[in-house]
């Protein structure tokens, strides 16, 4: 699936459409941004427009406006952040499509960042005349934004059948690049670890990778659903009873795979601080919140021996000390590996952040959904509308 990258492009004079996701935290009142790092992640791609002489038209969306104008979800915070990340002025248009954004476009070396996309209910519809009306901004298109790359919206799949060309931009080519060597062809023995409360959310993950990896390692609260389908005692841990039997299914598939904890971290109730033991086998009453000191060894062991480790989700509450301490040990062994690893966003991130060590790991990706769906084989849109090479 190798598609056309912006580094493939002649931008010279060109006016690059670039959607981005600027889909940043706010504070109340929607003034104040409290986490720059996706307007950061896609520097290098707004950057390298315009050393090579592009015109850029930058486009998001923010929040969930359900198609109204909120000003507490405007991107106006976004252009003042990016301005002084930049070092030179960014526009901030009134609209995302009209004749006053259109009177406002950028020349070459010049930046205008449309106001969020979402306050039309037409972008998330994949509306054809919305999307006629993006196009019109750009020569060519550029997709920076492997968040929302599960989506086909207009800003990500729609408009770009009306454009000449469209290309990955820097972050999302380094997002295909991980995930595709991850899910096609890993350097092996690759290890899969995958937690998090639902088997639900992961099936389609789970069935995915246990035709790619040597080992999946199964921990969070997902792991008592299955452990209750090979009737061992879970206490009051949570467990998906409609998916018991979905789990032996998967249990059967991947016997040689699929590796489950043998010891946990149980307590009577979940609450910071909470009196816990390890057991091997969980009481009645009590519920499992963390892997156990025999699981951390057995999944390190199997994780130091990997050339590739695949990662999404934490082995317990790990927001929650004393219930952290599966999680953070499995980071610093992956960090600790020398394999290429790949972790998934949302809570993988905040883990590997909580182990400090970040800065060890190959990739992290930018998409919590759009990865998880990578991960599962199912094609994404806005991947999938890009140029072929």
Request: charged share 25%.
């Amino acid at each position: 699936m190798a598609k056309l990258s912006i580094r493939d492009l002649n931008l010279q004079g060109k006016r690059v459409f670039m959607r981005v996701d600027f889909n940043v935290p706010l504070a109340p009142g929607g003034q104040e941004i409290t986490s720059d790092k996706r307007i950061k992640a896609s520097l290098p791609s707004i950057r390298y427009a315009l050393e090579h002489g592009a015109g850029l038209v930058l486009a998001s969306h923010l929040g969930r406006p359900k198609g109204k104008v909120n000003p507490e979800m405007s991107l106006k915070p976004v252009a003042k952040r990016l301005e002084e990340l930049l070092g030179k002025p960014v526009k901030m248009a009134p609209d995302c499509i009209g004749p006053d954004v259109e009177a406002m476009l950028p020349g070459p070396g010049e930046v205008l960042l449309l106001e969020n996309l979402r306050y039309h209910a037409e972008e998330e519809k994949n509306d054809p005349g919305f999307a006629q009306q993006l196009a019109k901004l750009g020569d060519i298109y550029v997709n920076d934004a492997f968040g929302s790359a599960h989506r086909a919206h207009a800003s990500t799949e729609g408009m770009i059948k009306y454009m000449p060309q469209a290309a990955a931009g820097l972050l999302m080519e380094k997002e295909l690049e991980y995930l595709g060597l991850a899910t096609t062809n890993p350097p092996r023995p690759c290890v899969a670890i995958l937690g998090g409360a639902k088997v639900s959310d992961k099936i389609e993950v789970i069935q995915n990778l246990m035709k790619v990896v040597d080992e999946l390692l199964i921990g969070g609260a997902m792991a008592y659903t299955f452990l209750q389908a090979l009737n061992q005692p879970t206490g009051k841990s949570l467990v998906e009873a409609d998916k018991v039997d979905l789990a032996k299914h998967l249990l059967e598939e991947g016997k040689s795979k699929l590796r489950l904890p043998a010891d946990h971290v149980v307590a009577a109730e979940l609450k910071a601080g909470a009196d816990s033991q390890v057991v091997d086998s969980i009481p009645e009453g009590m519920m499992g919140l963390d892997i156990g000191p025999k699981t951390v060894e057995a999944f390190s062991t199997a994780i130091s021996n990997a050339k590739t480790v695949i990662w999404n989700g934490p082995m317990g509450v790990f927001e929650m000390p004393p219930f952290d301490k599966g999680t953070v040990a499995l980071a610093k062994a992956v960090a600790g590996s020398g394999a290429t690893s790949i972790v998934g966003g949302g809570d993988s991130e905040k883990a590997i952040k909580a182990a400090g060590v970040t800065d060890k790991i190959s990739h992290v990706s930018t998409g919590g959904g759009a990865s998880l769906e990578f991960l599962a084989g199912i094609q994404l849109p806005g991947v999938v509308a890009l140029t072929e090479k």
